[in-house]
């Protein structure tokens, strides 16, 4: 089973720049996809991005395409969010989220069905 913990996060200036790690153990993280959520005080949980096991795929909610980035190293056991161009309306918990049976509808529709997530890193964007 893989565990999950987040670092990165942080307090920056709207228009600054963040990169989130989520750490994994486990000898199958390379057959994972991975992703990131994010949670805002009173709001639900929602998707930002997620990477196939490979690498080779990657999704974005609207409002991340074109500033966030995803990547994972597999060798490392890790997966990263670059974050540019911050705004305020970025500001939440940001949790790492796996799956053993790949990325599909579940990841925006039925997220609370993923099988491992991290404990959450706080990122605020000041304005």
């Known amino acids: 089973q893989v565990q999950l913990v987040e670092s990165g996060g942080g307090l920056v200036q709207a228009g600054g720049s963040l990169r989130l790690t989520c750490s994994a153990s486990?000898?199958?993280?390379?057959?994972?996809?991975m992703g990131w959520f994010r949670q805002a005080p009173g709001q639900e949980r929602e998707f930002v991005a997620a990477?196939?096991?490979?690498?080779?795929?990657?999704y974005y909610r609207g409002s991340a395409k074109g500033r966030f980035t995803i990547s994972r190293d597999n060798a490392k056991n890790t997966v990263y969010l670059q974050m540019n161009s911050l705004k305020p309306e970025d500001t939440a918990v940001y949790y790492c989220?796996?799956?053993?049976?790949?990325?599909?509808?579940?990841?925006?529709?039925?997220?609370?069905?993923?099988?491992?997530w991290g404990q959450g890193t706080l990122v605020t964007v000041s304005s």
């Open positions: 990477i196939d096991w490979s690498g080779g795929s990657t």
């Open positions: 486990g000898r199958t993280f390379s057959t994972y996809a």
């Open positions: 989220a796996a799956d053993s049976r790949g990325y599909g509808g579940r990841w925006l529709r039925f997220h609370e069905t993923l099988e491992v």
